[in-house]
């Protein structure tokens, strides 16, 4: 199979293999299991709440409106990771095009800065209901929670479109191999025979407004949140209060968490090794924890799961 092709006497990068986690030896069998059988979880956990919120009359609020996006957005990065990742630890490595690869990025950072948007438009929601509960159904109406939701795919697009054209400038002569189980952007710049001190440079200053300024409004909003918690003189009341944001705050610290660790650490030796592992974190445990972070403590849910399962009795008592 052809790697390389000659061009102007240079060798361009046409096929790129990705190591994933090296041999696995005996485990790997159940390795590509317990990935497959997280995956199908990750799946039809987050095909759940969309299909909850969009069947159920009680789940029709901003809240839970947010929350399909969020699923939405989890759907696309774990299916863009996962599928392949079988492949690589079944076969013990794994060959992509250079065309794909490139793709596989570039969806990386759609699905991974349309989640950091929805969260930070989760966050104004908790904001909202908590801090200005009066003007909360005025502020955060359908119009709003449409625009709010729209603009955040659209500035994903845009960071997308930039991560491509900034790459696609690049040239591309070797090696071919990616000491990885996906094309992350730190591996593929590695492949680059270009100078890549500008599409780092350009990498960090788009990380300020789609990462570092998200967690920044977060992390303010929730500090008016839970001061304004705590002001409430009843303890039935303050834990009704953080009880509406305590699912969002758990996914939101678990998202920035896996993403600084997985970026914030060097990447050599064994802790390349750790590195791998908490992108498996971040791109199959997230999309497979937020269903049931979300799913575990509400009523609401639950209580639409229980109907929804009565119908779908019903339907299948009649033709029976």
């Given amino acids: 199979m052809q790697l390389f092709k000659i061009q102007s006497n240079q060798t361009i990068v046409t096929e790129v293999i990705l190591l994933g986690f090296g041999r696995l030896e005996n485990i790997r069998f159940l390795v590509f299991l317990l990935l497959l059988v997280s995956y199908c979880m990750a ?173 920044f409004y977060v992390v303010v909003s929730y500090s008016y949140v839970i001061f304004t918690i705590l002001k409430i003189p009843s303890s039935t009341g303050k834990q009704k209060a953080f009880s509406t944001c305590s699912s969002h705050l758990t996914v939101v610290c678990l998202f920035y968490a896996t993403l600084i660790s997985i970026y914030g650490l060097p990447t050599r030796g064994q802790l390349l090794n750790i590195s791998k592992l908490l992108s498996l974190l971040y791109t199959l445990g997230t999309p497979l924890l937020n269903p049931v972070i979300y799913t575990l403590r509400n009523k609401e849910i639950n209580i639409a799961f229980q109907k929804l399962v009565n119908n779908i009795k019903g339907v299948l008592h009649m033709h029976l």
Avoid at 130 to 145: D, E, G, Q, R, W
């Fill in 43 to 215: 799946i039809c956990g987050n095909l759940m709440i969309i299909i909850l919120v969009s069947c159920s009359k009680n789940l029709q609020s901003p809240m839970y409106f947010f929350l399909t996006n969020l699923s939405f957005s989890d759907l696309m990065l774990t299916t863009d990771i996962v599928p392949n990742l079988l492949h690589i630890v079944l076969h013990e490595t794994g060959r992509m095009g250079f065309v794909g690869c490139v793709f596989q990025l570039n969806f990386f950072i759609f699905s991974e800065c349309s989640e950091c948007f929805v969260l930070t438009v989760m966050s104004y929601d908790r904001y909202s209901a908590i801090c200005h509960p009066l003007h909360y159904t005025s502020v955060m109406n359908f119009s709003s929670c449409v625009k709010l939701t729209g603009f955040s795919w659209l500035l994903s697009i845009f960071a997308m479109l930039m991560s491509t054209i900034t790459i696609i400038c690049l040239n591309f002569c070797g090696p071919n191999t990616v000491n990885h189980f996906f094309c992350d952007v730190t591996p593929v710049l590695k492949l680059s025979c270009s100078d890549i001190s500008m599409v780092q440079l350009a990498m960090v200053c788009l990380g300020v407004p789609t990462l570092l300024l998200p967690l």
